[in-house]
């Protein structure tokens, strides 16, 4: 169960106002941090941030503070809250008590005793997410007029009760400032959709999957999904099956090792879709490639995850030939498909797609991003 914490900004605080736009929307060079911390805490934000700027926010090392602080765990959910708005919407990725490092990001603005704020956290993606605060009280059942004071979090018993009948806040305050609609769990959590759906293969389809070439173009058009996605700047995980299929043909083996423990779906669900694109606690995209007429295997796997996680924010793509585009909509068509939404979340990409943004980026990744592929897709309603 994810922690939620609130940090509160009074309105007019001028002093709270600067260092949110020095630190937050502005971020900050990871040199500026790495002189101030231990080679260990370097590697670990390395590891979750790359070469990016960070974003980095603290809080004064009272005995409240200090009690809450000491219950972040990467993957927590952190709001920092202007008034009645919800200014950012972020993952907590590490923490740090850190005086000094206090001291070189945040200058005491208004004279008078120094204030340091050294309970240190490191937000991973951050949205500006500018919604009001009545979101939260509404999802957590608070009184409509409910104003957090300082540095707090959300009571464990409301957490639970949330849970129970939400997946997790980042992606539904994510759909709701998308205009989206998002669903609770199903009151009876049931993975029972494969038996509604699954027809057994034809001849046919068994002798197309043999073919060497079936498996081939499977492993090629696999291969430049994860080679765009690194072009992109996000982290690529394929199933282990085919990790080594793909270190043998392409010589690269710069695979995830492992799923990150701050995404919150179990990784039995998305570990073996083909192609995803992931940073430390953010799924960015997932590819299913389907060039056997079995199309609705991977469908399958879509589903599975719409029934674990129904508030999902990110593009999840069929790809295949352009020949096989009407047995793609016929498949996610179905009516039990249907029945869960996956109409309206999966899109089809065609290989011959994947061919001409491999081509167009083959000596650059300047523009290269998922919003290119949601483009170059088709929504199939």
Do not use: C
Not at 160 to 186: M, N, V
Not at 322 to 336: D, L, T
């Amino acid at each position: 169960m994810r922690n939620i914490f609130i940090m509160y900004m009074a309105p007019g605080n001028s002093e709270q106002m600067v260092h949110y736009q020095d630190t937050v929307q502005n971020k900050v060079d990871q040199e500026r941090i790495f002189k101030h911390i231990s080679p260990a805490l370097q590697y670990k934000l390395k590891n979750i941030f790359g070469n990016k700027l960070i974003t980095v926010w603290g809080s004064e090392d009272k005995p409240g503070n200090r009690a809450r602080f000491s219950r972040m765990v990467p993957g927590d959910d952190i709001l920092i809250v202007e008034g009645a708005t919800i200014k950012l919407l972020g993952k907590i990725a590490t923490t740090a008590i850190n005086s000094e490092l206090s001291r070189e990001l945040w200058q005491n603005l208004q004279g008078g005793n120094p204030r340091v704020w050294s309970l240190i956290y490191f937000i991973a993606n951050p949205i500006e997410i500018n919604l009001p605060f009545t979101e939260v009280n509404r999802l957590f059942r608070y009184e409509e007029k409910y104003r957090p004071q300082g540095f707090t979090s959300v009571a464990s018993d409301k957490l639970k009760k949330f849970y129970e009948k939400y997946d997790d806040l980042y992606s539904i305050l994510q759909r709701i400032k998308e205009g989206k609609a998002y669903e609770q769990k199903p009151i009876h959590e049931s993975l029972q959709i494969a038996e509604e759906i699954a027809a057994p293969l034809q001849t046919a389809d068994v002798d197309e999957i043999l073919k060497d070439k079936e498996l081939s173009d499977h492993i090629r058009v696999q291969w430049k999904l994860i080679h765009l996605g690194l072009k992109t700047g996000s982290k690529v995980w394929v199933p282990r099956n085919d990790q080594k299929k793909i270190s043998q043909e392409y010589q690269f083996s710069d695979f995830e090792t492992s799923f990150s423990a701050g995404i919150d779906i179990p990784a039995k669900y998305v570990e073996n879709i083909d192609v995803i694109w992931k940073e430390e606690f953010r799924i960015d995209a997932a590819f299913e490639v389907e060039h056997s007429t079995a199309i609705y295997s991977g469908l399958l796997r879509f589903a599975d995850l719409k029934v674990i996680a129904p508030n999902i924010n990110y593009p999840l793509f069929i790809v295949a030939p352009s020949i096989r585009k009407n047995r793609v909509i016929e498949q996610i068509k179905r009516p039990a498909f249907k029945k869960l939404g996956i109409d309206k979340e999966v899109r089809y990409l065609s290989y011959e797609a994947v061919d001409d943004i491999d081509k167009f980026f083959e000596n650059s990744s300047a523009g290269l991003n998922v919003d290119l592929f949601i483009g170059k897709s088709e929504n199939v309603l």
